[in-house]
């Protein structure tokens, strides 16, 4: 293992691990999907709440029992060491390979992408200045977090605060002035059909994405103050914040344009807004969605990184990704290096096309990173486990059962699509031994990386 007399500093609290993993999850989804979940539930209020409700449940499930590996294994890297000590080496590296190639560049592309084009309806610009918004929003979230991982918890920390309190005060201005969504259209159906089961089940599947992102949060349990305390609570309060922030926006936007109009809504948060307060107030939730969109890329830079750091420690990676810097204390090679991957697939607009074939492989190791803690247990039944999930087995089980759903019905839905996906995830295999072969012949990295390199 590549060793550097320098490590990472353990500088995050427990208030920090919360608004990250907030932070990291919501992005532009919640200002959008509700509209389209309302439509698959049949424009009923009932069933469409309970969906969120639903998937809340199941993603605390997901982050109960992550609590559990993160405080046994503490390390940089998170779901990456969870997988590899699980279930091998090469079954992380895949992980690994698959999210700095694709899952995790891709997404930081796709924000900075999203936030030019959010940014462009409040100041025109044309397409060029639309990139060089992109690249510069990966470029400044890369530079704050080489400065130092607490520099970059303290933007994130600000950010992700004044987007959850504005959309609970948005929720509750909703709510408060608008009008109950049960006096125009039923609730709850009368009966329950096979197409509303059918609708249910494919908006569950959009929502579970929408709560996609809190294992991000794992990657950084290696810098955490007092970890084996620490990470299970924030990881589960971070969870449950996130199921009532998305209930309560979810619900205020009904209230406010009624379920009809809100299920054909192309901009639900706009729209609600306006149509309550005025078209000047509906154009403050494009600043919120700038501001979200920021702390989510930023949470992404902060977290991201770290699995490349310790697959590079593991010598089954680009060896210099795992120095840490001997002034900011931070992997700045890993943050560098992504960034710039990020930028390219954000100018070449390539992570469209990468995104829509790979993003669903990611719930195949989220899925396994659940199976870990029943794997663990077995392998090594005498380690030290400050935090054990509750209802084990059967939380973890409920968690894996949710991951599969979402793969399995990619599968059925799009097999050509998911074909290419596992194509691409399994081209990191002969990858994977060209890096262990040149890892023999290697000598170990030893000396921190300093300001002359």
């Known amino acids: 293992m590549a060793t550097s007399s320098s490590e990472l500093r353990r500088t995050l609290g427990f208030t920090d691990l919360v608004l990250l993993a907030v932070g990291t999850v919501i992005g532009s989804g919640i200002y959008l999907v509700p509209g389209t979940v309302l439509q698959q539930t049949g424009v009923q209020t009932g069933p469409a709440m309970l969906v969120w409700v639903v998937a809340g ?6 982050a109960l029992t992550y609590a559990e590996l993160g405080a046994m294994k503490p390390a940089a890297g998170g779901m990456y060491v969870f997988i590899r000590d699980a279930f091998g080496p090469l079954t992380a590296f895949l992980f690994g390979w698959t999210s700095f190639f694709v899952i995790a560049s891709g997404s930081l592309a796709t ?9 462009s309806q409040i100041v025109p610009m044309g397409h060029v200045a639309s990139r060089v918004v992109s690249v510069a929003v990966i470029a400044l979230t890369a530079a704050v977090n080489i400065r130092g991982t607490r520099h970059s918890a303290t933007m994130q920390n600000w950010t992700t605060g004044f987007k ?3 959309l609970l005060l ?19 159906p009368s009966s329950v059909s096979p197409s509303l089961l059918t609708g249910f089940g494919t ?3 959009g929502v579970l994405w929408a709560y996609e ?3 991000y949060v794992t990657f950084s349990a290696g810098e955490t103050i007092d970890p084996q305390r620490t990470f299970p609570r924030a990881i589960t309060v971070a969870t449950a914040v996130l199921v009532v922030t998305y209930l309560l926006a979810s619900y205020g936007y009904v209230a406010a344009l009624g379920p009809a109009a809100a299920a054909h809504s192309e901009h639900i948060a706009a729209d609600a807004v306006s149509a309550l307060l005025g078209t000047a107030a509906g154009k403050l939730v494009g600043a919120l969605i700038l501001v979200s969109i920021f702390s989510a890329t930023n949470g992404l830079m902060l977290t991201a990184p770290r699995v490349y750091f310790a697959m590079a420690r593991d010598r089954v990676f680009f060896n210099r990704l795992g120095v840490v810097d001997e002034r ?11 960034a710039l991957w990020a930028v390219v697939l954000a100018v070449t607009g390539t992570f469209v096309q990468l995104l829509t074939y790979v993003v669903f492989t990611a719930w195949i190791f989220h899925g396994l990173g659940g199976l870990a803690v029943i794997v663990l247990r077995r392998r090594e039944p005498n380690a030290i486990r400050p935090f054990r999930v509750p209802g084990y087995p059967v939380t973890p089980l409920l968690f894996v059962a949710s991951a599969l759903l979402l793969v399995v019905n990619t599968v059925i839905a799009q097999p050509q699509r998911a074909v290419a996906g596992l194509a691409v995830v399994l081209l990191g295999t002969p990858a994977y031994f060209v890096w262990r072969a040149k890892s023999r012949r290697e000598p170990v990295l030893t000396r921190p990386l300093t300001q002359e390199g």
């Open 328 to 338: 900011f204390g931070t992997p700045v090679i890993a943050i560098a290096a992504i």
């Open 170 to 188: 948005m929720g509750t201005t909703l709510i408060a002035f608008g009008h109950p969504p049960a006096t125009t259209i039923p609730a709850w």
């Open 57 to 62: 449940v199941l993603s605390l499930l997901g």
């Open 203 to 205: 908006a569950m599947i």
């Open 213 to 215: 992102g809190w294992q």
């Open 111 to 119: 924000l900075a992408v999203a936030f030019s084009l959010y940014l």
């Open 164 to 166: 959850i309190g504005a």
